[in-house]
């Protein structure tokens, strides 16, 4: 029996209609080799673990979280006050929000590409102009000149990854003031989501930019995406205005349980960077010895060149229970492996010499 509809369906904005669903390739992941997403490969901080165990009770789970105290050292852990920082359900969240505050209908939003599809997708939720400067061919250089050519009267917010991801190349300091110059009066984002493998950070910049913003993630190399949580930077007039538009709990209780004890092992942290570092090496050097170019990279990933080998390999590695990423849509023939451990990268090599 069919239903009689009632009434009628409500329509969507304009902007929501006019996306493309983003749909990343995530099931099935958990027991791979997750060489696919820029995670940590192993595992967070035992001792985050620890407290995460410790603090996971009914009572905590039946309460809203509270925030104020684990601001307070996260800020002292990166340098700012707690009124230039908030947590966030993710960079993702923090990319939202900032938009969210600074950005209108119509307006642009100026991003080099390809980069994090999430900077272009909240864009467009926005019902933003999305103004995409491709990176410099063949070497993918960053487009600097053409960036700040981009930078005109309508632009709002300006969103550069540093490392860029799927590129893998970063920019300096040198260049970032530059960008905040030209676009003095929009939100610069520096998106630092790979900052622990480059080491290089935008966040001594602002005492001196009034419209820098940078974020930070706990999902890459502490281990945690599973849990959600972020943070957003700014001076603290912005990070009010910026809080006004944001979910008073949006980053869960679990996370707020256990992020300062991610926060506090910082021989963890140095540990897995010291290792991925390594394996990075290991890797290149083995791309090198089989012919397969790739691009410079200050991050846990690389983005190789297979041409139409791409697609053979992605799903060979696939069968044997390796992950990686193809990026062919962005760029015919890439395909972007993590770096996890250096036994992980052994078996990625042995795995990719023996599928050519
Ligand atoms: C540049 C960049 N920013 C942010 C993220 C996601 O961060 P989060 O998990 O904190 O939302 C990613 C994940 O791939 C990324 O590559």
Redesign the pocket.
């Given at each position: 029996m069919t239903e009689t509809p009632i009434g009628l369906r409500p329509k969507p904005r304009a902007a929501i209609e006019r996306m493309a669903p983003y749909h990343p390739p995530t099931s099935g992941r958990v027991g791979a080799m997750r060489l696919d997403?820029?995670e940590n490969t192993v595992g967070c901080s035992p001792k985050a673990l620890e407290r995460l165990k410790q603090a996971l009770t009914g009572e905590l789970l039946a309460t809203y979280p509270e925030y104020e105290a684990v601001r307070e050292k996260a800020a002292a852990f990166f340098g700012v006050g707690a009124d230039q920082m908030t947590f966030c359900d993710?960079?993702?969240?923090g990319i939202h929000i900032l938009i969210q505050t600074y950005v209108e209908a119509g307006d642009e939003v100026v991003m080099t590409w390809p980069?994090?599809p999430?900077l272009r997708f909240y864009a467009q939720v926005a019902g933003a102009e999305p103004v995409l400067v491709p990176y410099c061919e063949p070497d993918l250089a960053f487009p600097l000149d053409e960036l700040l050519a981009a930078i005109g009267p309508k632009t709002r917010a300006v969103l550069v990854?540093n490392p860029?991801?799927p590129t893998g190349g970063a920019i300096g300091l040198a260049d970032i003031e530059r960008i905040l110059e030209k676009a003095a009066g929009a939100a610069v984002l520096i998106?630092e989501?790979?900052f622990e493998f480059y080491g290089v950070t935008a966040l001594d910049l602002l005492p001196r930019y009034p419209n820098l913003f940078v974020?930070r993630?706990?999902?890459?190399t502490y281990g945690l995406?599973g849990l959600?949580?972020?943070c957003l930077f700014s001076q603290a007039e912005n990070m009010a205005l910026v809080r006004k538009g944001q979910s008073p709990y949006s980053v869960n209780v679990l996370a707020a349980a256990c992020v300062t004890a991610a926060i506090e092992d910082q021989e963890y942290v140095r540990g897995y960077v010291r290792e991925v570092l390594e394996a990075r090496e290991e890797l290149l050097a083995a791309l090198r010895r089989l012919d397969i170019p790739y691009w410079p990279t200050e991050a846990n990933f690389v983005l190789v060149h297979l041409g139409d080998k791409a697609s053979r390999v992605v799903e060979g590695l696939a069968a044997r229970g390796i992950r990686v990423r193809d990026r062919g849509k962005e760029r015919v023939g890439a395909v972007r492996f993590t770096v996890g451990t250096r036994e992980q990268t052994a078996q990625l090599i042995a795995a990719v010499e023996e599928l050519l």
């Amino acid at each position: 029996m069919t239903e009689t509809p009632i009434g009628l369906r409500p329509k969507p904005r304009a902007a929501i209609e006019r996306m493309a669903p983003y749909h990343p390739p995530t099931s099935g992941r958990v027991g791979a080799m997750r060489l696919d997403f820029n995670e940590n490969t192993v595992g967070c901080s035992p001792k985050a673990l620890e407290r995460l165990k410790q603090a996971l009770t009914g009572e905590l789970l039946a309460t809203y979280p509270e925030y104020e105290a684990v601001r307070e050292k996260a800020a002292a852990f990166f340098g700012v006050g707690a009124d230039q920082m908030t947590f966030c359900d993710g960079t993702d969240e923090g990319i939202h929000i900032l938009i969210q505050t600074y950005v209108e209908a119509g307006d642009e939003v100026v991003m080099t590409w390809p980069a994090y599809p999430m900077l272009r997708f909240y864009a467009q939720v926005a019902g933003a102009e999305p103004v995409l400067v491709p990176y410099c061919e063949p070497d993918l250089a960053f487009p600097l000149d053409e960036l700040l050519a981009a930078i005109g009267p309508k632009t709002r917010a300006v969103l550069v990854a540093n490392p860029n991801n799927p590129t893998g190349g970063a920019i300096g300091l040198a260049d970032i003031e530059r960008i905040l110059e030209k676009a003095a009066g929009a939100a610069v984002l520096i998106d630092e989501a790979y900052f622990e493998f480059y080491g290089v950070t935008a966040l001594d910049l602002l005492p001196r930019y009034p419209n820098l913003f940078v974020s930070r993630t706990f999902s890459k190399t502490y281990g945690l995406a599973g849990l959600r949580v972020g943070c957003l930077f700014s001076q603290a007039e912005n990070m009010a205005l910026v809080r006004k538009g944001q979910s008073p709990y949006s980053v869960n209780v679990l996370a707020a349980a256990c992020v300062t004890a991610a926060i506090e092992d910082q021989e963890y942290v140095r540990g897995y960077v010291r290792e991925v570092l390594e394996a990075r090496e290991e890797l290149l050097a083995a791309l090198r010895r089989l012919d397969i170019p790739y691009w410079p990279t200050e991050a846990n990933f690389v983005l190789v060149h297979l041409g139409d080998k791409a697609s053979r390999v992605v799903e060979g590695l696939a069968a044997r229970g390796i992950r990686v990423r193809d990026r062919g849509k962005e760029r015919v023939g890439a395909v972007r492996f993590t770096v996890g451990t250096r036994e992980q990268t052994a078996q990625l090599i042995a795995a990719v010499e023996e599928l050519l």
